[in-house]
């Protein structure tokens, strides 16, 4: 992995010299040390650093607040102030640069550190909003559509992003405001809050962007072969360690361990469906997930999918079950889903009346769908309120060779 590069603009050669100094101790890759806006803009065009270190107060005609200022509309590059003293009306020019952050000098080489990483990850999710606001905008099939959906993901985003982003600014300020007080305990839990915060916000823009991209057209199936048991079970090891309300999760594999499937789709439909089952499962209890073969012609959709159901096929061929398949069961011991409402559960943005106040933006089950569907398979789901809910997933089964 190559190092994260920063151009370093100071005109004091000395203290230029000992940031330089840090940032290399520190593990980043130093593109320049600058003396002027100038010289700042240029290397910016031709060095093209992932973040500038920019001193406030210059010598010469430009100062670091113009610098910054050009850097940004020519470059999508974020700027952290340095500064010992600015007075009032260059702090509000600098604002309005939108910088990812300030350092007063003088420093710890922690403050440093969490200053810019702060600014990168900012940066990061700012470019993955864009980026899935672009993708969503361009998939939209009509003037009312397009000002439909953009209302939606920006009134979700909002709201969804609001909690995380207040966690990792208020986390940011206490360290910068406590940083010679607290502790190093206190330091590690409140970055642990920063990182988890971020995740959380990575995770919706992660929705957001896989979401746009299959409205769009640009999701395919890339199947590959894979052991089905391995990789099940290594995604059910992971989620146990993130199960805070500790549900006993349960894997109950087929005598078929290999396929041809897509794993990243196949991950998506799993990890989204067994997340769910542990979050309407308040109580907690037993989440299995159960992996079937499936033969040509044995048995009827009534067989696989239950007789109490609601099942959007996202391909005709399993009207009849006619061909080889795989199938997937994810069942908890939950609230249920109203019976009404299982024909809306993919629907995109839409929660059942009975989840309360439950945190969620109504996408998990539309992702899970558009998954299913790029692999031509087909999902159902039978629940009964107070008793639980089982998905089930058919995906057309293809072996590794003639024998299963």
Known sequence: MNPIKILVVEDEVIVAEDIAGRLKKLGYAVTATVASGEEAIEKVAENKPDLVLMDIVLKGEMD?????????????????????????????????????????????????????????????????MRSALQASEAARESVEEKSQRQNQYISMAAHELRNPLNAILISAELLKIDRTRSS??????????????????NQLIDDMLFMGRAEAGQLQ?????????EVCQDLLD??????????????????????????????????????????????GGQVTLELEYHQAGEGDKEDIFGSSHECLF???????????????????????????????????????????????????????????????????????????????????????????
């Open 314 to 404: 996202a391909n005709s061929q399993f009207k009849n079950i006619n061909s080889p398949s795989l199938i997937i069961r994810i069942r908890d011991e939950g609230m249920g889903i109203p019976e009404t409402e299982i024909g809306k559960i993919f629907e995109m943005f839409y929660r059942c009346q009975n989840t309360g106040k439950m945190k969620g933006n109504g996408l998990g089950l539309t992702i899970v769908k558009k998954a299913v569907d790029l692999q031509g398979g087909a999902i159902g789901c039978e629940s009964k309120i107070g008793v639980g809910t089982t998905f089930t997933v058919v995906l057309p089964y293809v072996a590794l060779s003639s024998k299963t």
């Open 64 to 128: 670091g607040v113009t610098a910054a200022e050009k850097i940004r509309t020519r470059v999508d590059v974020p700027t952290v102030f340095l500064t010992a003293y600015a007075d009032h009306k260059t702090l509000q020019r600098a604002k309005l640069t939108d910088p990812f952050g300030y350092i007063i000098k003088p420093f710890q080489q922690n403050d440093l550190r969490v200053a810019i990483e702060i600014a990168l990850h900012r940066h990061e999710i700012e470019a993955k």
């Open 184 to 201: 190093d305990e206190s330091q590690l839990r409140t970055l642990r809050l920063m990182h988890s915060a971020t995740q959380k916000m």
């Open 238 to 283: 992971q989620l146990q360690l993130g199960n805070e309300a500790k549900h006993k999760l349960v894997l109950i594999p087929s005598s078929v361990t290999s396929a041809m499937l897509d794993q990243q789709l196949l991950h998506c439909i799993i990890s989204n469906l067994i997340v769910n089952a542990i979050k309407y499962s308040p109580n």
């Open 221 to 229: 199936c890339h199947p590959l072969p894979i052991n089905l048991v």
